[in-house]
T-cell receptor, first 115, second 115 residues
């Protein structure tokens, strides 16, 4: 069974500092995808970054990068130069690629950026 | 380019009633998934519709049913509402290629309160 663990319920970070949000996962499949979403108070889940299990390079999207350590089954999100607008809930999610359309989410981390 | 549109944004229902939530997918998308997000939790997969059929279902009772129309829009119906059905219901659209969905885009959700 799939499982996503996010061990940081809340984090406070000074503006302009980098922040790492932790995510570990559990799956017996060799092929899977890992996602990070941002959920502001409006409720919409905003896609940030994706990493496929066979991707050799860590994914990057602007200020977001994913520190993928396959052997440790971790997929941490790194946000560089944090901004006040980064304050939100952040969710890590996983999907098995073949025949499984379900995204399994963690419980999230609430990130608060301090001016 | 319109994203995913959900209606209504908020809804209050009485226990035992029935409710219908609606979702219009992002332009170009043909697949719709529904998620339930209880307060303080990550979203939980309810089901996915593709080509007007339920393609995959999560661990939800038969009180939860859905429909997809020829224009790819979708409805989520919940019968015999329970207090525990109070949650944010998120719709995600995607594009299916060779049986796999890509480009998940979420709406802002419908917040359902059962009293």
């Amino acid at each position: 069974a799939q499982k996503i663990t996010q061990t940081q319920p809340g984090m406070f970070v000074q503006e302009k500092e980098a922040v790492t949000l932790d995510c570990t996962y559990d799956t017996s499949d060799q092929s899977y995808g890992l996602f990070w979403y941002k959920q502001p108070s409006s409720g919409e889940m905003i896609f940030l970054i994706y990493q496929g299990s066979y991707d050799e390079q860590n994914a990057t999207e602007g200020r977001y990068s994913l520190n993928f350590q396959k052997a440790r089954k971790s997929a941490n999100l790194v946000i560089s130069a944090s901004q006040l607008g980064d304050s939100a809930m952040y969710f890590c999610a996983m999907r098995e690629n073949f025949g499984n359309e379900k995204l399994t989410f963690g419980t999230g981390t609430r990130l608060t950026i301090i001016p | 380019d319109a994203g995913v549109t959900q209606s209504p944004t908020h809804l209050i229902k009485t226990r035992g009633q029935q409710v219908t939530l609606r979702c219009s997918p992002k332009s170009g998308h043909d697949t719709v998934s529904w998620y339930q997000q209880a307060l303080g939790q990550g979203p939980q997969f309810i089901f996915q519709y593709y080509e007007e059929e339920e393609r995959q279902r999560g661990n939800f009772p038969d009180r939860f049913s859905g429909h997809q129309f020829p224009n790819y829009s979708s409805e989520l119906n919940v019968n015999a509402l329970l207090l525990g059905d109070s949650a944010l219901y998120l719709c995600a659209s995607s594009l299916a290629r060779q049986g796999v969905s890509y480009g998940y885009t979420f709406g802002s959700g419908t917040r359902l309160t059962v009293v």
